[in-house]
C-alpha cells in the first residue's frame, strides 16, 4: 500500500535561514508527489508537485522540493524563510501502479513549520 | 473560477440531531473527495467519487455517515445523528485527473455538543 511519512511534527526556524521539511514515500510503482501548506482556519493549499523530469521542482511562494528516488524522499525546501511560511505543511502521494483507473491521494500527518522573527 | 464551495462554513448543531455539509466542486473536475481534520487523528478520507460514482467509502466512520453525489456540480455529507466525537473541520476537494492535485475548499467546522 502506498504511505507518506513526515517523521517531525514540528520544525523551527528563524526567519532568513534556510528551511527543509521532510517527507518519504512508499508505493509499488512510479509515484506522483505533492506538497500542501494549510493556514489557520484554512483548507489546503497546493504548493507544488513531481510527476516525472527533473528531481528538482519548484512551486508557490518560492518552495522548492527534491525528488530523491533512491532515498524515496521528496523533501520541501526554501533558502530564506519568511515569519509568513508559518502553517501546516503536508506531503501527499499518489501510487500510478494500480489498476483502478483512478487512484487517491494518501497524505502525511503534516509538519507545523513555525519561523520566529 | 470560485474554487470549491462549501457550506456552512461553521455549523453548532446539538448531539442527536441531522447535519447535512454541502459541497460544490470546481467546474469540471471529476472526482470529488471528502475529508475529516482534528487535531488527534490528522487528516482523514472519508469517501470520494469518480464520475458522481462512489469509488471508496472505507473511511466512512460509521452507518451515521452517509454522502451522495446526485450530478457533477452537487455533493452532500450527512451525520444522522450527530455525536459530540463528530466535532471537527470536514474539508471537500475535487480533482480533474489522476495527474491532478486537489483543490479544497475551506471546509465547515463543525461542533456537536
Known amino acids: 500500500a502506498q504511505s507518506v511519512a513526515q517523521p517531525e511534527d514540528q520544525v523551527n526556524v528563524a526567519e532568513g535561514n534556510p528551511l527543509t521539511v521532510k517527507c518519504t514515500y512508499s508505493v509499488s510503482g512510479n509515484p506522483y508527489l505533492f506538497w500542501y501548506v494549510q493556514y489557520p482556519n484554512r483548507g489546503l493549499q497546493f504548493l507544488l508537485k513531481y510527476i516525472t523530469g527533473d528531481n528538482l521542482v519548484k512551486g508557490s511562494y518560492g518552495f522548492e522540493a527534491e525528488f530523491n528516488k533512491s532515498q524515496t524522499s521528496f523533501h520541501l525546501k526554501k533558502p530564506s524563510a519568511l515569519v509568513s511560511d508559518s502553517a501546516l505543511y503536508f506531503c501527499a502521494v499518489r501510487d500510478t501502479s494500480t489498476d483502478t483507473g483512478f487512484q487517491k491521494l494518501v497524505f502525511g500527518t503534516g509538519t507545523r513549520l513555525l519561523v520566529s522573527p | 473560477d470560485a474554487g470549491v464551495i462549501q457550506s456552512p462554513r461553521h455549523e453548532v448543531t446539538e448531539m442527536g440531531q441531522e447535519v447535512t455539509l454541502r459541497c460544490k466542486p470546481i467546474?469540471?473536475?471529476?472526482?470529488l473527495f471528502w475529508y475529516r481534520q482534528t487535531m488527534m487523528r490528522g487528516l482523514e478520507l472519508l469517501i470520494y467519487f469518480n464520475n458522481n460514482v462512489p469509488i471508496d467509502d472505507s473511511g466512512m466512520p460509521e452507518d451515521r455517515f452517509s454522502a451522495k453525489m446526485p450530478n457533477a456540480s452537487f455533493s452532500t455529507l450527512k451525520i444522522q445523528p450527530s455525536e459530540p466525537r463528530d466535532s471537527a473541520v470536514y474539508f471537500c476537494?475535487?480533482?480533474?485527473?489522476?495527474?491532478?492535485?486537489?483543490?479544497f475548499g475551506s471546509g465547515t467546522r463543525l461542533t456537536v455538543v
Open positions: 476537494a475535487s480533482s480533474l485527473s489522476s495527474g491532478a492535485g486537489y483543490t
Open positions: 467546474s469540471g473536475h471529476n472526482s
